[in-house]
């Protein structure tokens, strides 16, 4: 798999088909307003980073930009988690009822080893 841009669910890794390329488990369904209140946080942080674009090429303080740049990550980290909350209590919880938890905690696994430094 490329490392790309590509339009997608912010909770799991599909490509512009809707195919999910990785996940092997349960089908992964979320409710609208999780999906909107994640993607909303989303559009924020990337009106955030233009900003700092602006101020970059503004030639803005480099402290401003770096704690504008500090916000920008916890702002990523806030979405993670929420990210993560809605895995734990919907996919891990479904797949635990229909019997496929071992896969959904392994491909939880390697998104974590990704994730975390």
């Known amino acids: 798999m490329t ?3 590509t339009p997608f669910d912010p909770l799991h890794n599909h490509d512009e088909t809707g195919h ?4 092997k488990g349960t089908p992964h369904v979320h409710s609208e307003a999780s999906l909107k209140q994640i993607i909303n946080r989303l559009s924020r942080i990337e ?10 090429s503004e030639n803005r303080p480099c402290p401003e930009v770096l704690m504008q740049i500090a916000a920008i990550r916890g702002a990523i980290d806030r979405v993670a ?3 993560l909350d809605e ?7 479904r797949a635990a009822q229909e019997g496929s938890i071992e896969t959904e905690i392994e491909e939880l696994k390697a998104a974590l080893d990704r994730f975390l430094p």
Request: with cysteine.
């Open 3 to 5: 490392n790309q841009i």
């Open 20 to 23: 999910d390329h990785e996940s």
């Open 47 to 56: 009106g955030h980073i233009r900003g700092i674009k602006t101020m970059v």
């Open 81 to 83: 988690r929420m990210i």
């Open 87 to 93: 895995h734990l209590s919907e996919c891990i919880a």
